[in-house]
């Protein structure tokens, strides 16, 4: 059995950061591409970021030069590091990511979602 778990969410100042984590734990054989997500109030789920295997990464163009993904193959954990943090950043996050299981194939897991408020 495959588990994502998030920490590092809470309430921040406008202006501030936060780090969000996502540990995978299990089964694991490798894992593929890593995301975090976000879901705010009467919206629909969209992507933040996304990192692959291999380190390249990917932005909404909302957070472009504000986030940044990063991850530990080794450790099977991935990062989000927000800074100048807005309102609109204002939503659940998401961690998500594709893993390979030996004998299974690639599944897509989710964490179960970190609150982030920004407000003052």
């Known amino acids: 059995q495959v588990q994502l778990v998030e920490s590092g969410g809470g309430l921040v100042q406008p202006g501030g950061s936060l780090r969000l984590s996502c540990a995978a734990s299990g089964s694991i054989f490798s894992i593929n591409a890593m995301g975090w997500y976000r879901q705010a109030p009467g919206k629909q789920r969209e992507l933040v970021a996304a990192?692959?295997?291999?380190?390249?990464?990917n932005y909404a163009d909302s957070v472009k030069g504000r986030f940044t993904i990063s991850r530990d193959n080794h450790k099977n954990t991935g990062h989000l590091q927000m800074n100048s943090l807005k309102p609109e950043d204002t939503a659940v996050y998401y961690c998500?990511?594709?893993?390979?299981?030996?004998?299974?194939?690639?599944?897509?897991?989710w964490g179960q979602g970190t609150q982030v408020t920004v407000s003052s």
């Open positions: 990192i692959t295997s291999g380190g390249s990464t």
């Open positions: 998500n990511a594709e893993i390979r299981i030996l004998g299974v194939g690639v599944r897509d897991y």
